[in-house]
Structures are given as C-alpha cells and as structure tokens.
T-cell receptor, first 113, second 114 residues
Framework: DAGVTQSPTHLIKTRGQQVTLRCSPKSGHDTVSWYQQALGQGPQFIFQYYEEEERQRGNFPDRFSGHQFPNYSSELNVNALLLGDSALYLC????????????FGQGTRLTVV | DQQVKQNSPSLSVQEGRISILNCDYTNSMFDYFLWYKKYPAEGPTFLISISSIKDKNEDGRFTVFLNKSAKHLSLHIVPSQPGDSAVYFCAALAELEYGNKLVFGAGTILRVKS
C-alpha cells in the first residue's frame, strides 16, 4: 500500500502564475482534503472532495480550486499566485463513513517568487 | 479565531523521561481529537485519537488524556526516545454540513536528548 502520494514535492513559481498540485489517496479511501501549512503554523483546511464534488470549503479565496477524479485522485489549482501562497500543501485521504483518521501525503512545498 | 491552541512552541526532554504535550480547545462542539507527529520533509502521521466519551486512550508508549470540562487534552509519551523528536500537532475533528475537517493547533516541537 503506497499510502497518500503527492506530486511534485517541490515547486517554484512566479507571482501571477498558476499551479496544479496532484494527490493520489490511500487505497480504499474515497475522500480527499487539502490543507495549507504556512511556516510555524498548523495545517489550515482548504477544501474537501467526495464523489467528485467539493463538499466543504475553508476560508480560502476562489483562486483556490480543485477537482476529484473517478479514481478518487485529486488536484489543487491555485491561480494568480501571490507571495503569501508560499507554503507546504498537504493532501489527506480518509473514508467518508465513520470516524477514521486522515492519512497525509508528504506534501508539496510551493515557493512563489 | 484559533479554536485549537498549543501554547508551548517547544519542549525539551531527557531520553527515558516522560514528555507531556498540551492542547486546549474552545469549541465545545468538538468531540473527537487526534494527535499527529511530523518529521521534516514528511507529512503528518497519525499517532492516537480520543473520543469525548472517553477520558483516556492508550497505545503503547502514547497516552492521550481528555478533560472535557476544562477543554484540555494532553499527550504523554513514556519513556521518551530520541526518535520521538518531531513536531506534534493536536487536531479536533469538526463535523460540517456535508463533510468534516481537521482543525489543527500550531504544533509543539519536541526534542528528546540522549
């Protein structure tokens, strides 16, 4: 079981550009959530996908969007990048039903210059 | 509005002794809590969880205590080992209308000295 995999691991982008981050959930998991972790802070919830739809959204602007595919994998897109978007982006997978722990990927370190 | 707080940014403990990491929350609707450990360049890994119907949950060297009236939980690691050196995050599961999310504290850096 490969667990949650994210790609790429590191990325450098210029202000104003767009970026796409990818996530494959743990085998058997049907729900994917995305978190942003700024330096020195805990992860902050961006949104959650289930059955290919965004089910819940945190306090992030519309520049942040996502997608979930039929195989449960997911993408996070960020448009019009700002310097403040520099952070570690974490993908977590879980089961919709029941209270099971979320499994996290290793994250994508995004640097906006 | 920080609903989950870890007020100690760092903690240093001697190998073999007990490590106690604390966490406070403000939302009385939270009833399921988790602890995650994070090494540099890795994602958070699940350690242990506790439901509000319990006041203690134990898994090997790790024990989590929950005091609902005080809205406080703590993670005890006994005995502490150098490999336990990492950032520890306390999280509460927030049940939302169409899903859920984890609300994290800012983390505590634990250093176990050998």
């Amino acid at each position: 079981d490969a667990g949650v995999t994210q790609s790429p691991t590191h990325l450098i982008k210029t202000r104003g550009q767009q970026v796409t981050l990818r996530c494959s959930p743990k085998s058997g998991h049907d729900t994917v959530s995305w978190y942003q972790q700024a330096l020195g802070q805990g992860p902050q919830f961006i949104f959650q996908y289930y059955e290919e739809e965004e089910r819940q959204r945190g306090n992030f602007p519309d520049r942040f969007s996502g997608h979930q595919f039929p195989n449960y994998s997911s993408e996070l897109n960020v448009n019009a990048l700002l310097l403040g978007d520099s952070a570690l982006y974490l993908c977590a997978s879980s089961l919709k039903q029941g209270r099971t722990e979320a499994f996290f990927g290793q994250g994508t370190r995004l640097t906006v210059v | 509005d920080q609903q989950v707080k870890q007020n100690s940014p760092s903690l240093s403990v001697q190998e073999g002794r007990i490590s106690i990491l604390n966490c406070d929350y403000t939302n009385s609707m939270f009833d399921y809590f988790l602890w995650y450990k994070k090494y540099p360049a890795e994602g958070p890994t699940f350690l242990i969880s506790i439901s509000s119907i319990k006041d203690k949950n134990e898994d090997g060297r790790f024990t989590v205590f929950l005091n609902k009236s005080a809205k406080h939980l703590s993670l005890h690691i006994v005995p502490s080992q150098p490999g336990d050196s990492a950032v520890y995050f306390c999280a509460a599961l927030a049940e939302l209308e169409y899903g859920n999310k984890l609300v994290f504290g800012a983390g505590t850096i634990l250093r176990v000295k050998s």
